[in-house]
Every structure is written in C-alpha cells, then in structure tokens.
C-alpha cells in the first residue's frame, strides 16, 4: 500500500492496523450501495385509451340542410350529427357511432332524393316543355277551324 492509502485507513491510530469486520463492512456497502427501504413497491397504470375518429358528418348535414332539404331529412341529419358530437364529447362512443350511423343514411337519402328530383326536373325542362309547345302550337293552328 502506498503512502496516501495507509493514512486514510490508519486514522487516529496510527501504528494500528485496522481490524477485519471493519474493511468487511466497507466493502459490503461499497458493493451494496445505499440501504434499500423493505416498503412494497406501489405503481400506478394509466391505460390511455386513443381517441376513437368517429365521424359526425355535421358538415355534410349542413350541406343537405342548406341546398338539398328533401322533405326535411336534411335538417334531421344535421341534429343526428349534433347529437352525435355531444356523444363523442362525453366520452360515449357507441352512442356517436349510433347517431353518425342515422345521420349519414339521412344524409344519402337527401341527398339521393335531391338528385333524382334535380335531373327530373331539367328532363321536365328538356323534353317536355318543347313538346307543350308544339301541342299549343298545334291547337292555335287546329283551332280556327272549330
């Protein structure tokens, strides 16, 4: 051992050796590390639940409601869809999915009905508005002689 060692170990007694259980008690906590608390481990799991994309088609229902309301079923869609975005915002998704689900078959059927009368409409216009003419024009000329 060098100089500097024996001094640290010497201590007060200088001559003195020192005794075996104390270099063994330095050597279990240099090993051991700090003492350790017996107490139970406690731990806590937050499970965090991702948050479910439930589509409320409001945006599509406002759509229908403002240019395709068909015997109201726009309006119905657009409070199925607030419906189902207060379900999503209090955390019952199963009630959100119910009323997306109404919602968007609300929102086809308006939007299939408003179609279907669209192009009845411009047939109406295309061909049988020229043909009342020509059955007026028709009349006029039949007409006089009766």
């Given at each position: 051992?060098n ?34 608390i017996?107490?139970p ?23 229908n ?34 009323y ?14 408003a ?20 059955l ?11």
């Amino acid at each position: 051992m060098n100089r500097t060692l024996q001094q640290f170990f010497a201590g007060p007694q200088a001559g003195v050796p020192p005794s075996f259980d104390v270099v063994k008690e330095e050597h279990e906590v240099a090993v051991l590390g700090a003492p350790q608390i017996s107490a139970p481990v406690v731990s806590t799991v937050v499970n965090i639940q991702p948050e479910t994309a439930v589509p409320d088609h409001i945006v599509w229902s406002l759509f229908n409601t403002i240019f395709f309301n068909v015997c109201c079923l726009g309006f119905v869609a657009f409070a199925y869809s607030v419906k189902s975005r207060d379900r999503k915002m209090m955390g019952d998704v199963i009630g959100a999915q119910s009323y997306a689900s109404t919602a968007k078959s609300l929102n086809i059927a308006a939007l299939v009905l408003a179609l279907l009368g669209t192009i009845g409409s411009i047939v109406l216009v295309l061909f049988l508005m020229p043909a009342v003419y020509r059955l007026i024009a028709l009349g006029r000329q039949g007409g006089e002689g009766y």
